[in-house]
């Protein structure tokens, strides 16, 4: 499980809203805590509205006095500043991940309208598709008391494809730690919620479509009870359900109806990044989502254990 917890930090409130609930993560696993700042070359003059940090002197003071705020004082809490400024901040972070020994990267998504859109297009996609390290995103929380983060629910959505079962050992891993429960979901589109040639299909031929998405949801339910086998095995408490509809919507209202407190999710990285983007609830779940999502990087040709 994890054990050093890498949270990135660019000087802002905003992106500070990821730490106590990296902090509450990291006494559940008995983890570390590294802040990282990374100096980006010609940055911007301010960050979601506040003064860019201007030097490393600055970035390190910055990381100093965070790492004493008062929610942070019984845990194991270093700091670390990219000191020479770089162009391709991605490839740093997926850098500092591997350098630090870190086994989960912490990020905030910064908003719902353009900048969180950006930051996750542009960062946490990149960081998942180039790098190996699971990428908790967190959504923004300005408050002035730290956002609870007790795990009690995971939802962990699956498709049939064993690729994107990878994200479950991680999920039972953390239900076992916290005794949470697992909410597994499968869903099968509806007809007019097809997408791209599928959608075309079953508008020229509709009883066709429909008789195999209903033959699909007949196999998801034998699917998910090999899953809820699975899950048992491991002394998990387990929820399950299948429906239909747009996938990432019923993700996001399932997450809501459980009062979830985690969403897992495998995802595929080095397809190329039209690949990796296109025709995936990822973004959808990771840009709505009212809890934190868990992007947990799928291996090429791992197998079920």
């Known amino acids: 499980m994890f054990k050093r ?12 809203t990821a730490v106590p609930i990296a902090a509450q993560l990291a006494r559940l696993v008995a983890g570390k805590l590294t802040l990282l700042h990374i100096v980006e070359r010609h940055a911007p003059t301010e960050v979601h ?23 942070l004082v019984d845990l194991r809490v270093d700091t670390h500043v990219h ?19 870190a086994d989960l990267i912490v990020m905030c998504t910064h908003g719902r309208s353009g900048p969180r859109r950006f930051l996750f297009g ?28 007790n795990l009690r629910q995971i939802v962990v959505p699956l498709d049939g494809d064993p690729d994107h079962e990878q994200g479950l050992p991680v999920a039972i891993g953390l239900a076992q730690i916290s005794h949470a429960a697992i909410h597994l979901v499968v869903v099968v589109p509806k007809i007019e919620t097809l997408k791209d040639e599928k959608a075309a299909t079953g508008k020229l031929l509709p009883i066709a479509t429909t008789a195999i998405l209903d033959m699909q949801q007949s196999d998801a ?35 809501r109806r459980a009062n979830a407190d985690l969403i897992v999710l495998g995802t595929h ?5 039209d690949a990796f983007w296109s025709n995936s609830i990822t973004p959808k779940v990771s840009d709505q989502s009212p809890a934190p999502v868990l992007l947990v990087r799928i291996q090429p040709h791992a197998s079920k254990p």
């Not at 917890?5 to 500070?16: H, I, K, M, R, T």
């Not at 003064?51 to 006095?65: K, T």
């Not at 990149?126 to 699971?134: D, L, N, R």
């Not at 990285?269 to 990044?273: H, R, V």
């Open 5 to 16: 917890l890498l949270v990135l930090l660019d000087g802002s409130p905003l992106a500070e």
């Open 49 to 71: 509205h506040v003064r860019h940090l201007a030097s490393v002197a600055e970035a390190n003071a910055y990381l100093d006095d965070v790492a004493q705020r008062s929610f």
């Open 83 to 101: 000191t020479n400024a770089v162009n391709d901040v991605t490839r740093s972070i997926v850098e500092h991940a591997a350098e630090l020994q």
């Open 122 to 149: 542009s960062i946490a996609q990149q960081v998942i598709a180039h790098g190996t390290t699971p990428v908790l995103l967190i959504p923004p929380r300005l408050s002035e008391h730290p956002p609870q983060f």
């Open 221 to 255: 339910s034998e699917y998910l009870q090999d899953q809820i086998a699975h899950v048992k095995d491991s002394g998990v408490s387990l929820m399950s359900e299948v429906s239909r509809g747009d996938p990432a919507e019923v993700v996001i209202e399932s997450a």
């Open 269 to 273: 990285g080095k397809t190329g990044m």
